[in-house]
Every structure is written in C-alpha cells, then in structure tokens.
C-alpha cells in the first residue's frame, strides 16, 4: 500500500492551525492570569530546566556540587541543555513536536479508518484529526514542560511503523530505531519498545528486533552504571518512587502501577490506542488469508 500523504494537505494544515490557534489563547491566558509572566502546569519542567543548565556545566544534578538524579527521562534533560537559559524552549520543542504527532495521526488514520465517499475524505479525515487533538490532550501537554508530548510523539511513530510493517510485509529503517529510543525519552515506554521488538520477532524480522533488545538495554544499563558512579541508585528517583518496590513488592507494585495508568485519561486513551493497533493488525491478517 503506498500512501500518498499529498491528498492529506489539507486536514494537516487545518489540523495544525487548529492547534496553534488554540496553544495561543491558552499561552495568552495564562500570561493574562498571572501579570504578564509565563509558567508551567507543572513544578517538574523547572526541575528539568535547572537540570539542563547543570548538565552544560558538566554536572549532573539539580544544585551544584551535589549529584541527584530528578528526571523521569534519560535524554529530555539532554534535549532541552542547549536552550536551557530560555524557560520558554521546553514549551517550543513540546508544539513542534505535537506538529509531528499531528502528521502521525493522519497517516494511521489514512490507513487504519475506510472512507466509502471520496468527495467527504478530507472533511471525515480532518473531523477526527480534531477530535485526537481533544481527547488525547496534545495542546495540554505541551504546557507541562516535560517530555510527554515527545514520548506521544515516539510511541505513535511506533505504532505507525508497525501498522506500514503488516500492510506492506517491510519495515522502515526509522521503526527500529523508534524503538530504541522510546524508553530513553520515558521508561513507560519501554513496555511499548517490547512489544514492538516481539512483534518483529514474530513477524521472521529476528536480527532486527535482537539487535533492537540488545540496544535498549545496553543503553539504559550505561545510564544505570552512569547513575551509580554518582553514588545515586540505578534509576532516577522518580521512577524509584513509582514503583515503591520495597514496600509493596514487584508484582503489588505492578498492578498498583497500573490501575494508575487505566485511572487517568492519557493512560486510558493509550491502552485503548494499543488495543485497536492489535485489532487492526489481526483484523487485517484475517482478511487476507479470507482473499
């Protein structure tokens, strides 16, 4: 299936400007709100901007000369170092990125939504571009500060990459890579990079997908031992708080996490997104074998 992305101009340009027009009223809403000053939903982006400063002065750490590891990302910290003297760059990555997210939603849309009336594609296609935009709060995230609109971003590259894998027996050479990086933007993300990598191994993509695995670990180990040389535990202390392992345990903290996830609404709208990717996937195989 080659998809033409050309006849998409326009719900993508509409969909975008939607965006934008929105992001603005809120950024002037909030200037308005708070006596011409800007700032974040959260608390966190501060962290991560004073972070970032460390970081381009070789330390690691929110206060000088003492180490500590606040980040629930291993690469956002990194990302955001050289614009770091600007509290507004967090902000300005997060709606370049939801731009990307946009497009992505479009493209899974093009392939995984039938449009029966050729003269209504645009109009339907837009529609519900729009309404992603809503639901999945994209504008809002950009406004936290924090990597989530990159992880959104990541996590459908994913998906998209996996959905052009089942309908056109190949992989873009982008897919594994997207794999790879996902849990260095979030750990969450990693559940997403496992299931991506077994489905590759599943689909005879074995080297791949090995190599992939190999990879994340290899690159999340190096920022465990990085951590370690610090005198800090392996993992940041916001993903050690999460799990509460030592006091809860593994499996309780498991399920603790994830009744968590199922209780707000991103975490909600991902797992049902992940629940159509794999009705779509063994929908689509069905029909074949019925062809």
Known sequence: MKINFKKNKLPFLVSTLFFFAVALIEYLSIIHLNNGFFVYTLDDPYIHLALAENILKG??????????????????PFIIAPFSFNEHAPLFINCMVSVGIISLMIKILCISVEFPNKGTFNVILTVLTVLFIIVTNVIGLCFTGMEHSLQMFVSLLTAYGLILENEMKKIKIWLPIAIVLAPLIRYECLAISLAGIVYLFMRNYKRIAILAFLSTLLLMFTFSIFLIMLDLPPLPLSVMTKFSLSSQGIIKGAFTNLSNTLSNRQGTLMSLFVIGLVCHVVYSSDRRKNN
Request: net charge negative; hydrophobic share 30%; no cysteine.
């Open 59 to 76: 330390h690691y750490g929110v206060n000088t000369g003492e180490f500590s590891s606040p980040s629930s990302s291993i690469l956002w």
